[in-house]
């Protein structure tokens, strides 16, 4: 897993922190960064032991000083198996809770990754949950617009607590660029959405 890279939306999935948060700490330098061409575009990348920092930073450290944090981090970096970093005789960092918890936020995404497909034939390409017709951004989208998991269910019987969870966490890590945001609550039921779907 030492090996892999993700991007900026990626670490705020897994995370949980907001990706302002995230962009912070690599505009700071707190964490360490891969810089990958994309055409004529570069792009920054998290390495595992990045994501290990910013996952501390979701469990509170935000609130120490920026000094403290990047001391802190550049000592997980040296030293990524440490269980615990002693920082002071009262303050020790639990650096192995936060890799437990960040190996349980990656297997969440891959297997968000698992259950989505792209089919040119459906919805022109959009992804959507293996073996439905369902677009993984309008459940993202609902579920930010307010409506309840048990509504989204009642309208989409194929789907299952689990995989709207997934389609979250797939939605916050690959957002699609320049999506019209759809209004669940104003353009009406889930079941009539459904229905409109279905004539798509």
Do not use: W
């Amino acid at each position: 897993m030492s090996g892999l890279i993700f991007s900026p939306t990626e670490a705020a999935a897994v995370t949980g922190l907001p990706i302002k948060a995230v962009n912070k700490a690599i505009e700071h330098k707190l964490v360490p960064t891969t810089l990958k061409r994309h055409g004529k575009i570069s792009r920054r990348y998290l390495s595992n032991v990045g994501l290990v920092c910013l996952q501390l930073d979701a469990r509170g450290m935000r609130v120490l000083p920026l000094r403290m944090r990047r001391h802190i981090f550049r000592q997980v970096v040296r030293a990524p198996r440490e269980a615990v970093i002693r920082q002071s005789e009262a303050v020790f960092i639990d650096v192995k809770a936060a890799r437990q918890t960040l190996a349980a936020g990656l297997f969440s995404l891959r297997r968000a990754k698992q259950m989505i497909v792209r089919d040119p034939e459906i919805f022109g390409g959009l992804p959507v949950m293996k073996g439905t017709r369902v677009p993984v951004y309008l459940i993202a989208d609902m579920l930010d617009d307010g409506a309840p998991v048990r509504e989204i269910l009642d309208g989409y019987p194929s789907l299952t607590d689990d995989a709207i969870r997934l389609a979250q966490l797939y939605a916050k890590a690959f957002p699609k660029r320049g999506r019209p945001r759809l209004n669940a609550r104003k353009e009406g039921s889930v079941r009539s959405r459904r229905r409109l779907n279905a004539l798509a």
